[in-house]
């Protein structure tokens, strides 16, 4: 049994630190704000596994120019922060090779084959009850040939991950949804996603399960120093706490911390809006994707949020609600019965690597040293599996573990 601190309290750090406390470590989690609102409360609330391709591939880069002119669409780009995004950005054009995005799709399906386990094992030791519904998802495509070319690629991952699909024509998907009153090519449903419940009620849950089987320190790390036979965490009143080992753990701010070690990573926040309702307008059995807008709506127990779409900007910049509501305006074309009354709009900060792949790994310099950041789009579905992983490396008794996480480990961003 080891003393652990984990820094951070999102569902990364959560699902860290519940894991490590079930197999006996005595863990201290540092959280800021634990009744805030990041990037773990605010989300869509879908366990995404369907989702093995990165945001980085051959055919996203020939969309790039036409979104990026539409300064409410599907991605933009805070141009005043170009400088300071501009090596994520080179990167991001890099990984964008068709070797880079097949080898990140290998390395996701790879996760993504123990997903549905992991949640089941993570819910199940914080005593929370059936977190998730088998709700499939739908993606709606306005032209036909998109809808082709979608199909093909998602029947191929379906097979890889033993998912049904299924092609539905406009009248079909309206038969099946008839708040989907607008026009649209067709749709495809995928059994592979499911719903949470409710994203921040499942956060909230596992805050409290950490509270009660851990400590909770309600401070920032300002500072990871190691010394001597430990590791010490500086909390924001200036206390050094000494820990066997740490876990890094804090989202987009988990790069901040790893200057101070000097290691370099490439952790930028893609933003995204959305506007929850707690007495939706209309109801869904199931998320909507709408493809060629980049946003979701998801059914949540007693609301529904809208929302999505990526800002590339710095993560203290202010926020630009318009997006929220241009996502609304677009909803309409599809759903009429979507009103803009009783919508609680929010920004949040996806922690996003330019290849797509979350950083799952001990610190080269220092392996009593474990991170945890960077899942981009994919933070809750991969949480589980994170929280798995990282108590592997940490407890150090499954070298096929080790070498298994190579795609993830901190050590593709150091120079030499
Ligand atoms: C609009 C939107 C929709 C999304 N939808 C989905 C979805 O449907 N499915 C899915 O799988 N993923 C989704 N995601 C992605 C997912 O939400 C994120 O990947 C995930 O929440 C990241 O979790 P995290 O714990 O790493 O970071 P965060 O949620 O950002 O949590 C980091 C925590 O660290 C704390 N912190 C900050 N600084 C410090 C410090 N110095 N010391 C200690 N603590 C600190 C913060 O207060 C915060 O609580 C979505 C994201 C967005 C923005």
Redesign the pocket.
């Known amino acids: 049994m080891a003393s652990i601190g984990v820094?951070?309290?999102?569902?990364?750090?959560?699902a860290v630190a519940a894991t490590l406390a079930e197999r006996g470590h005595a863990v201290t989690l540092?959280?800021?704000?634990?009744a805030?609102l990041?990037?773990?409360?605010?989300?869509?609330?879908?366990?995404?596994v369907p989702e093995v391709d990165p945001i980085a591939r051959p055919d996203m880069l020939t969309q790039v120019p036409r979104w990026l002119i539409d300064p409410l669409g599907p991605l933009t780009l805070r141009w005043r922060d170009l400088p300071a995004l501009s090596p994520w950005l080179a990167a991001f054009l890099r990984s964008a090779s068709p070797a880079r995005a097949a080898s990140t799709r290998t390395a996701l399906i790879s996760l993504m084959r123990r997903i549905e386990g992991d949640h089941r094992a993570l819910s199940g030791l914080a005593g929370i009850v059936d977190p998730l519904r088998a709700t499939g998802a739908l993606t709606l495509y306005d032209r036909e040939a998109s809808l082709d070319t979608a199909f093909r690629h998602e029947s191929r991952t379906a097979e890889e991950l033993n998912f049904s699909i299924e092609r539905l024509s406009a009248a079909e998907v309206r038969a099946r949804i008839p708040a989907l009153d607008g026009a649209f090519a067709g749709g495809i449903v995928s059994s592979g996603y499911q719903t949470f419940r409710h994203?921040t009620t499942y956060?909230r849950a596992l805050q409290a399960h950490v509270g009660r089987e851990a400590s909770i320190i309600e401070?920032?790390?300002?500072a990871v120093r190691p010394e001597g036979r430990g590791v010490a965490l500086t909390g924001?009143d200036g206390t050094a706490h000494r820990f066997d080992k740490v876990v890094i753990?804090?989202?987009?701010?988990?790069r901040?911390?790893l200057r101070g070690l000097g290691l370099d990573v490439l952790l930028e926040t893609?933003?995204?809006?959305?506007t929850t309702y707690e007495t939706p307008p209309f109801t869904l059995p199931m998320?909507i994707f709408f493809a060629d807008h980049g946003f979701?709506a998801?059914p949540f127990e007693g609301a529904l949020r809208i929302?999505?779409?990526v800002e590339l900007a710095r993560p203290e910049a202010p926020a630009n609600f318009a997006r929220a509501r241009a996502m609304r305006t677009k909803m309409r074309r599809y759903v009429s019965a979507l009103t803009d009354e009783g919508g609680i709009e929010?920004?949040?900060?996806?922690?996003s690597t330019p290849d797509s792949l979350p950083v799952i790994s001990l610190s080269p310099t220092d392996p009593r040293i474990a991170m945890?950041?960077?899942?981009?789009?994919?933070?809750?579905?991969?949480?589980a599996t994170t929280g798995r992983l990282i108590a592997d490396l940490i407890d150090g008794n499954d070298p096929d573990t080790a070498r298994g996480l190579a795609p993830f480990s901190i050590r593709r961003f150091q120079r030499g």
């Open positions: 820094a951070g309290g999102g569902i990364i750090g959560c540092f959280e800021p704000d634990l805030g990041p990037a773990s409360a605010g989300n869509a609330g879908i366990l995404a994203p956060l401070q920032a790390v300002t924001s753990a804090a989202g987009v701010w988990s901040g911390l893609e933003r995204g809006y959305n998320p979701v998801s929302g999505g779409a929010w920004m949040g900060r996806r922690p945890a950041f960077g899942h981009g789009h994919l933070g809750l579905t991969l949480s």
